[in-house]
């Protein structure tokens, strides 16, 4: 009988393990009516010390990506001429890729980008990180400061 309860045991661990994987990678929920969670809203407010160092030109991209793997943005939001504290909302709309959902664990980042160009960073660049990361789409309260500058 000892035999047949470790085997449980091991057998609920592996489907709790492999649950877990799906929920982080946004593949649990497939099939399930849309309950709202395929977005992403909040403000973006700049650090009061940074405050003085944004021009008219600079561009407020909001970004979600992966927590783990390549940088490469699943969504973004272009904001131009932004004017703090800015409100946002990145919806499926707003996907890179065709196809592509919000869902599963995401980090949700703000960059104020100098030239405008999306991509990497670069000198001069201004960027926050929501501090909850990595997060579920969802949220309605993802409230993030611009305090970096790279």
Known sequence: MAGY?????AMAGGIIGIAAVAAYFGVAHIGE???????IAGQVQIAPNLADQVKPTDVL???VRRP????????????????FPVQFEITSADVMVQGTELKGMVDVIARLDRDGQAGQAQPGDMEGRYPKNPTLPGG????????KVY
């Open 5 to 9: 309860t470790g085997r449980s045991l």
């Open 33 to 39: 009516p849309d309950q709202g969670g395929g977005s």
């Open 61 to 63: 991209f909001v970004i």
């Open 68 to 83: 783990t793997g390549p940088p490469r943005p699943i969504a973004a939001k272009r904001i131009d001429a932004p004017k």
């Open 140 to 147: 309605k309260d993802v409230n993030i400061t611009i305090d």
